[in-house]
Each structure stands twice: as C-alpha cells, then as structure tokens.
C-alpha cells in the first residue's frame, strides 16, 4: 500500500498548490487512482480497507507532518469514493481514539468527518425505521 499512497500523494506534493487546491488535488487523485486501490483492497475485507487508512496517515505524517491537514479529506475522499467502507472507518477510528498523543493527532483531526458520519449513519437507520 504504501507505494500506491506514495505515488498517489507525490503527485500533490509535485504541484505545490495552496492548501485549498491541494484538498481538491488529493480528492481528484483519488478519484483516478480508485480502480487501482480498489485492486489492492479487497471490497469484504475490511482490515485491508482500515490498513489503506493507516497508510495513508503514515505518508501525511512524514517530512515534517507537511500533509497531515489533508488526512481528514483523504479520509472523506476515501469513503467518498466507496474505497473504504464506512465499517473501516469505524473501526480505524476505534484503534485511534484511544492512541496518547501526539500519536492520536489523526484521530483528533478527523473527529468533524466520524461525527458526520456517525450522524449520517443515525439518520440513515431512522429512515429505514420509517419505512417499516
């Protein structure tokens, strides 16, 4: 994995954009590389989908922590994407939420998206409720 994330987020950092084109950059890369990690992360398998996560916050978390503000919209993008799961999701943020710091930072960083989500899902099941 980490060679694809590698690949996928040097070419962000080949652009050298502002922050704000570097979110849509990251999400626009993702959307073309999807059928390739999608390759490598198996659909059913959730720990593959939860180790794309955690590759994906290693890279952001090297030379000096230079793209850590965009894990939480490669984490979106991720899901957006239907490359993760939203049970990957839960589950990365299960084993990080416990994490001391500074090595919870990820986590941290990404509490607006799961609270999002979380509150997504509530809905979603109170719909389904609904129709019953």
């Not at 503000?69 to 049970?87: G, R």
């Not at 990404?110 to 979603?124: G, I, N, P, R």
């Amino acid at each position: 994995y980490q060679r694809r994330v590698r690949g996928i987020l040097g070419i962000v950092r080949q652009k050298q954009l502002d922050k704000r084109s570097t979110f849509s950059q990251a999400q626009e890369m993702l959307s073309k590389w999807k059928n390739l990690l999608l390759a490598f992360v198996k659909a059913e398998n959730e720990q593959d989908q939860v180790e794309l996560i955690y590759g994906f916050q290693e890279y952001c978390s090297e030379e000096g922590n230079v793209y850590a503000e965009l894990f939480p919209h490669i984490l979106k993008a991720l899901y957006d994407e239907e490359i993760i799961s939203e049970e990957a999701v839960f589950k990365w943020e299960a084993e990080s939420k416990n994490l001391p710091p500074p090595e919870d930072k990820f986590f941290l960083m990404s509490k607006q998206f799961l609270e999002w989500l979380k509150t997504a899902e509530e809905e979603e099941e109170d719909d389904d409720d609904d129709d019953e």
